[in-house]
């Protein structure tokens, strides 16, 4: 009996296909964050993985903690509200985050510096974004 070898791995790729690669896809949200409209909250752009424009100075922020004010940045992640699990970590000069997504995939991490990034990570994919581009307005 003679096997032809192409057939043979043609269809053994049919029986057993290698595992997806899962994505990591990152967007500025629109509209309410928190119950906030995302742009008294900031004026910044994403180019891939990195972030740049302004993070709007917030007097008072009760929806992301009752005390909260200061600078705060909204991000979504779509395969989190796909029902995949994504983590998150924020890394800056004097603290870390980290965490997971709820369904709706939206991360609002508040910013005590320029100097952070955050990682979303979903299985063995990451998107690392660059914040260092993000300006920190000042309390008015």
Same mark, same amino acid.
């Given at each position: ?8 791995? &043609? ?6 296909? $290698?595992?997806?690669? %899962?994505?990591?896809?990152? *967007?500025?949200? @629109? ?28 007097? $008072? ?12 940045? *909204?991000? %979504?992640?779509?395969?989190?509200? %796909? ?7 924020? $890394?800056? &000069?004097?603290?870390?985050? %980290?965490?997971?997504?709820? @369904? ?37």
């Amino acid at each position: 009996m003679k096997i032809n070898l192409r057939v043979y791995i &043609a269809r053994m790729l049919l029986l057993h296909p $290698s595992p997806a690669t %899962k994505k990591v896809t990152v *967007a500025l949200p @629109e509209g309410d964050v928190l119950g906030v409209d995302v742009s008294t909250l900031q004026e910044v752009e994403l180019n891939d993985t990195k972030v740049t424009g302004t993070s709007k100075y917030v007097q $008072s922020f009760p929806q992301f903690d009752k005390e909260a004010k200061g600078n705060f940045l *909204a991000l %979504k992640c779509e395969e989190a509200t %796909k029902g995949e699990t994504i983590e998150w970590e924020l $890394s800056q &000069a004097t603290k870390k985050g %980290k965490g997971t997504l709820d @369904e709706d995939g939206i991360l609002v991490v508040q910013l005590t510096s320029n100097t952070q990034t955050v990682t979303f990570k979903n299985g063995e994919t990451s998107k690392k974004l660059d914040l260092t581009g993000v300006t920190l307005s000042p309390a008015e």
